[in-house]
């Protein structure tokens, strides 16, 4: 069966730090990946999408990048985080072509 | 990019009481899924659901793609079922939610 891994549960950093978080998928091949951005009682707002290895579209323009690594691994990156960069961070995939798609556990950014 | 609307944002209900959630949607899309959130955060899939009608347990879900819109029932509501409700359609390969619909269950 198909799993999604996302590290580490809860973060606190501090402004200008940089960041990284990642996303692994197991028992599928050539997923589409996603991370989302939710602020305090908000909406979940689609930060990156990739659909292969090295395709990465970006949603929004922001103080983040993400890379696609290998078939199965996202990571979402900032060079120098801001405050505003606090909130939780949810991976997903997908089978390609639009199918349903499932969600890691999240990861919890308190930018200090 | 498409738009993706859910109403209403916030339902109180006493247990045991029913309740329709409705999500509209601004284009055609491929396929369309409803979440639950739980307190710690985590997005739970409820239905998948890209037209026609689902139940499952006390749940049920209908989306009519070419009206644009999915509506999720909760029959015999329960404490447990308190949380934010999401749903979240697909177009283009990416995935975009609605602001979710907060549901109270008093007991």
């Known amino acids: 069966s198909q799993t999604i891994h996302q590290w580490p549960a809860t973060l606190v950093q501090p402004v200008g730090s940089p960041l990284s978080l990642e996303c692994t998928v197991e028992?599928?091949?050539?997923?589409?990946l996603y991370w989302y951005r939710q602020a305090a009682g908000r909406g979940l707002q689609l930060l990156f999408y990739?659909?292969?290895?090295?395709?990465i579209s970006s949603e929004v323009p922001q103080n983040l990048s993400a890379s696609r690594p290998q078939d199965r691994q996202f990571i979402l990156s900032s060079k120098k985080l801001l405050l505003s960069d606090s909130g939780f961070y949810l991976c997903?995939?997908?089978?390609?072509?639009?199918?349903?798609?499932?969600f890691g556990q999240g990861t919890r950014l308190t930018v200090v | 990019g498409i738009q993706v609307e859910q109403s209403p944002p916030d339902l109180i209900l006493q247990e045991g009481a029913n309740s329709t959630l409705r999500c509209n949607f601004s284009?055609?899309?491929?396929?369309l899924q409803w979440f639950h959130q739980n307190p710690w955060g985590q997005l739970i899939n409820l239905f998948y659901?890209?037209?026609g009608t689902k139940q499952n347990g006390r749940l049920s879900a209908t989306t009519v793609a070419t009206e644009r819109y999915s509506l999720l029932y909760i029959s015999s509501s329960q404490t447990t079922d308190s949380g934010v409700y999401f749903c979240?359609?697909?177009?283009?390969?990416?995935?975009?939610f609605g602001a979710g619909t907060r549901l109270t269950v008093k007991p």
């Open positions: 997903a995939w997908s089978y390609q072509g639009e199918t349903e798609a499932f």
């Open positions: 284009d055609s899309v491929n396929n």
């Open positions: 028992g599928t091949s050539n997923p589409n």
């Open positions: 659901i890209p037209s």
């Open positions: 979240a359609v697909h177009n283009n390969n990416d995935m975009r």
């Open positions: 990739s659909v292969g290895i090295g395709q």
